[in-house]
């Protein structure tokens, strides 16, 4: 079975100050990775995605996304935070086997002017 | 493009009742998902179709779920009898392609939450 874990359910910043959301992840062969943003009252939006090749993947709204391997960890960053980046996220998984989502809890991350 | 529509946005009922889903994915978007997200949960995937057809609906509770897409495009979600477990949000998602699915990021729906009392 394919799990993912956000270990952190509250992460609080300041804002201008680099942000740090983690994911760790637990699947049988190359998993395919993902992070979603929500906000308040809406859906989802993809971030990024993690399929192959550099462990670093770059995203939308200037987020950057690490891939490790040995620590089986998908941790979400951004250099600089915004307020506006104050949000619910989600880090999810796909099991090249098991060909469906498998979503974490969610982090909320709370950014401070 | 336009996004992924869902109707009602909010929906209150009394146990025992029945309620329906609608959802309108992207235009071309051949897969489309049903989730349920539970407050302080990630979604949970309750039924996929790939076009028409079913693909996975192997957390789909069909004593008293179900799910239709007639003619590969629409879809609904009913819930009948609803219980006080089901009050959540259902999100409905589409992408391009399942084949393909790594490359097609899932596209949400704003969702409907459901309040069972």
């Known amino acids: 079975a394919q799990s993912v874990a956000q270990p952190e359910d509250q992460v609080n910043v300041a804002e201008g100050n680099p942000l740090t959301v983690k994911c760790t992840y637990s699947?049988?062969?190359?998993?395919?990775l993902f992070w979603y943003v929500q906000y308040p009252n809406r859906g989802l939006q993809f971030l990024l995605k993690y399929i192959t090749g550099d462990n670093l993947v770059k995203g939308s709204y200037g987020f950057e996304a690490e891939f490790n391997k040995s620590q089986t960890s998908f941790h979400l960053k951004k250099p600089s935070a915004l307020v506006s980046d104050s949000a619910l996220y989600f880090c999810a998984l796909e099991g090249t086997n098991a060909g469906k989502s498998t979503f974490g809890d969610g982090t909320t991350l709370t950014v401070k002017p | 493009e336009a996004g992924v529509a869902q109707s009602p946005r909010y929906k209150i009922i009394e146990k025992r009742q029945s309620v329906a889903f609608w959802c309108n994915p992207i235009s071309g978007h051949a897969t489309l998902y049903w989730y349920q997200q539970i407050l302080g949960q990630g979604p949970k995937l309750l039924i996929q179709?790939?076009?028409?057809?079913?693909?996975?609906d192997s957390q789909l509770p069909k004593d008293r779920f179900s799910a239709e897409r007639l003619k590969g495009v629409d879809s609904t979600l009913k819930i009948q009898p609803a219980k006080l477990e089901d009050s959540a949000v259902y999100l409905c998602?589409?992408?391009?392609?399942?084949?393909?699915?790594?490359?097609?990021?899932?596209?949400f729906g704003n969702g409907t939450r459901l309040t069972v009392t």
């Open positions: 699947v049988s062969g190359n998993p395919y």
């Open positions: 179709f790939q076009n028409n057809g079913v693909v996975d």
């Open positions: 998602a589409s992408s391009l392609l399942f084949s393909d699915r790594v490359n097609s990021p899932l596209h």
